[in-house]
């Protein structure tokens, strides 16, 4: 999985970095059940959840460095990922 976050890098492709942003984003906002609860349980410490949606120091570090990216949809998706 480590593996993974090189898609979130600023030199990756607009297209490919927003899509993988996106997917980010939807993941770590559906990762919670109906009633509010985190489904974190489930999951391996190397899956794709933890890696994107835990707090994941390489990850959080890969999306301050996509806070200076010059394109604005991809910083609003790094928002996005930061404020759920």
Do not use: M
């Not at 990756?12 to 919670?32: E, P, Y």
Request: proline fraction near 4%.
């Amino acid at each position: 999985v480590p593996s993974l976050l090189l898609l979130f890098d600023t030199y990756i492709n607009r297209d490919i970095l927003l899509r993988a942003l996106v997917f980010a984003a939807n993941l770590k906002k559906n990762v919670r059940i109906e009633d509010g609860t985190e489904i974190e349980d489930q999951y391996r410490e190397d899956s794709i959840f933890f890696t994107l949606c835990r707090d994941s120091t390489p990850f959080a570090q890969k999306l301050a460095s996509l806070l200076h990216h010059p394109d604005t949809e991809v910083k609003e998706q790094v928002v996005r990922i930061l404020t759920q």
